[in-house]
């Protein structure tokens, strides 16, 4: 079963916008982890924050986590056609025996129009 | 330093047939983890192994196997397929805890049950 949502879950935007988009999550966690996927291919991993973090950046990327909301968001700035992608977060649970299960949610689907 | 590698991409079988996905992580690292990736259900994860030993286990029926060799490989094998098992197989490896470190992705194994 997915860990949370995702939204939204399709964003259409021109080249040069900035693409939000967000993630909510239920249990404790040990990191928040985005990744990009392009049709139908592997994952690339983009970013993972730390439960204790609250933002990172990472060239045109930025996340936030709000481990109080259980909530993430990750910010595209100035975004190019070569963006066009699935984007998913997944969490890695605190404690337990969780170890490498990342939980994923069901991705939004973002469209970078040149 | 060469990324996660997975053999075969494609694969077509016919039901009741079983067959050997292999995976082979980025050198150095020593956690790989499965993920199977349908329209319906989304990412999933299958199991993770570290030092060849499996660590965690998902939600999947006994059909599903994987095990994990001296130098890191790890193949996954799916018996008695069925038609349900058709979906894109993703292995990730990660340098040590897969739950406090980045997984890094595999182009994935597009199987294709008929």
């Known amino acids: 079963s997915q860990q949370g949502e995702e939204d939204p879950q399709a964003l259409s935007i021109q080249e040069g916008e900035n693409a939000t988009m967000n993630c909510s999550y239920k249990?404790?966690?040990?990191?928040l982890q985005w990744y990009r996927q392009n049709s139908g291919r592997g994952l690339v991993h983009l970013i993972l924050i730390r439960s204790n973090e609250r933002e990172k950046h990472s060239g045109r990327l930025r996340v936030t986590l709000d481990t109080s909301k259980k909530s993430s968001s990750l910010l595209i700035t100035a975004s190019r056609a070569a963006d066009t992608a699935s984007y998913f977060c997944?969490?890695?649970?605190?404690?337990?025996?969780?170890?490498?299960?990342?939980?994923f949610g069901q991705g939004t689907i973002l469209t970078v129009h040149p | 330093k060469a990324g996660v590698t997975q053999t075969p991409r494609y694969l077509i079988k016919t039901r009741g047939q079983q067959v050997t996905l292999s995976c082979s992580p980025i050198s150095g690292h020593r956690s790989v983890s499965w993920y199977q990736q349908t329209p319906g259900q989304g990412l999933q994860f299958l199991f993770e192994y570290f030092s060849e030993t499996q660590r965690n286990k998902g939600n999947f029926p006994g059909r599903f196997s994987g095990r994990q060799f001296s130098n890191s490989r790890s193949e996954m094998n799916v018996s008695t397929l069925e038609l349900g098992d058709s979906a894109l197989y993703l292995c990730?490896?990660?340098?040590?805890?897969?739950?406090?470190?980045?997984?890094?992705f595999g182009p994935g194994t597009r199987l294709t049950v008929l």
């Open positions: 997944a969490t890695a649970n605190a404690g337990g025996t969780s170890y490498g299960k990342l939980t």
């Open positions: 249990t404790s966690i040990n990191n």
């Open positions: 990730a490896s990660s340098r040590l805890s897969g739950r406090e470190n980045e997984q890094f």
